[in-house]
């Protein structure tokens, strides 16, 4: 059974930045991209970036102004999303996802976690 | 890419048909999936490359189209499908787009 699982949920100050993880099996983490999503309460999913840690590649979404920062560390098969200068409308839940291998669609994903961002 | 659905909600009574239509800005060939999210949720993966169901989903969900135009289809709508869909391309990704969702209640 394919398993992602995050970290807890965060309260955070405007201004500062916040790192959600991801941890996943060795069999995943060596095959296959992994991608951040987020969701604003009450709104929509949004691309935010994404890691493929056996060929170091990553890449972010344009919207974010160079504020996300995915990255990997291949010895606990853990993904980051690292978004700094957080602001009240950041406050949504952060989602990873495994991109299927031999396509593009999501096929399994992380429970999410929520990032609250309150003065 | 840019991805449109519609209708933004539809009410459907139990066992009858509900179709939700996603369109694409610009061709995605067949690389779409369909997710269905229920509150306090991930996603799930429903459909992918258009038309597959993904390993569990029920009989009762079809997707079709390629290019710019696709739909879901639930055949007999069961109280549990009331949640909402999301469209997504993923035509040489990255970036990857999501619709704004489509939102199915019971009535």
């Known amino acids: 059974q394919v398993q992602l699982v995050q970290s807890g949920a965060e309260v955070k100050k405007p201004g500062s930045s916040v790192k959600v993880s991801c941890k996943t099996s060795e069999d995943t983490f060596s095959s296959h991209t992994i991608t951040w999503v987020r969701q604003a309460p009450g709104q929509g999913l949004e691309w935010m970036g994404r890691i493929t840690p056996v060929l170091d590649i990553s890449s972010h979404s344009r919207n974010f102004q160079g504020r996300v920062t995915v990255t990997a560390d291949k010895s606990t098969n853990t993904a980051y999303m690292e978004l700094t200068d957080l602001r009240s409308e950041d406050t949504a839940v952060y989602f990873c996802a495994r991109v299927f291998r031999r396509g593009g669609h999501f096929d399994y994903w992380g429970q999410g976690t929520l990032v609250t961002v309150s003065s | 890419i840019v991805m449109t659905q519609s209708p933004v909600t539809l009410s459907v009574s139990p066992g009858e048909r509900a179709t939700l239509s996603c369109r694409a800005s610009q061709s995605v060939s067949s690389n779409l999936a369909w997710y269905q999210q229920k509150p306090g949720q991930a996603p799930r993966l429903l459909i992918y490359?258009?038309?597959t169901r993904a390993t569990g989903v029920p009989a009762r969900f079809s997707g079709s189209g390629s290019g710019t135009e696709f739909t879901l289809t639930i055949s007999s709508l069961q109280s549990e499908d009331s949640a909402v869909y999301y469209c997504?391309?993923?035509?040489?990704?990255?970036?990857?787009?999501f619709g704004q969702g489509s939102k199915v209640e019971i009535k």
């Open positions: 490359d258009g038309s």
């Open positions: 997504q391309q993923y035509e040489n990704w990255p970036p990857w787009t």
